[in-house]
């Protein structure tokens, strides 16, 4: 978080912790030495070593084949949807207080093409599982869109803050893999998650097929999203 020490005559200093926002954090002194001092190069052709490294470091520490740095969660999670939703009339379905449906400026419809189902989100930022049975479409004919796509949010933002049970997780993996269908977790604040679970990040996103995380929210980073699959 962000903190402002301010002068005060009345009471010696005052310390301001600015709470609006996780992504009000600002990088530290080694932060900005470490972009300073980074050794860079043209990632178009592979040769930024930083961020070879970095997507390197983040496909490690998720467990997963490989990994993308790209300047922004919105951006993140609609490679996301555009790799798995590649075909026109594809459907993705989502909690309805998801941030990929709430904002997000609509990408996935307005960009991607890609229509949303959705599921309501529970409390705890899960949904029902017989819910979401329901809305995959199974053997969809020729004027349905057809289900290719299941997005998660870990933590849940709109439901403030929430970390999503690993049970849970694994058993909408289940239902995904009955149905060939891949399973996309919205993850800013997946490390967050990890904390709180005592678990490592890996553990966290096992079950889900692609991961988008934020380097910007409470990491310190000015910028930047990771996307891994
Ligand atoms: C859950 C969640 N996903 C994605 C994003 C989008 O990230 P960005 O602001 O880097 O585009 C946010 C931003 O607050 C978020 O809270």
Redesign the pocket.
Known sequence: MYEKIIKSDLSGDVRIVDLRSD?ISKPTQEMREAMYTAIVGDDVYGEDPTVDQLEQKAAELLGKEDALFVC????A?LIAIMVHCNKRGSELISGDRG?TFRF?QGGSAQIAGVQTALVKNNEDGTFSLDELRERIRKNPDMHEPQTSLIVV?NTH?LCGGKVLPLDWLEKVSFIAAEHNIPVHM?G??LMNAAVYLKVPPRRVVRDVDTVCF?L??GLGCPVG?SETR
């Open positions: 992504t922004s969660g919105t951006m999670n941030h997000e949010e933002n919205d800013a604040r934020c910007s929210k999203a």
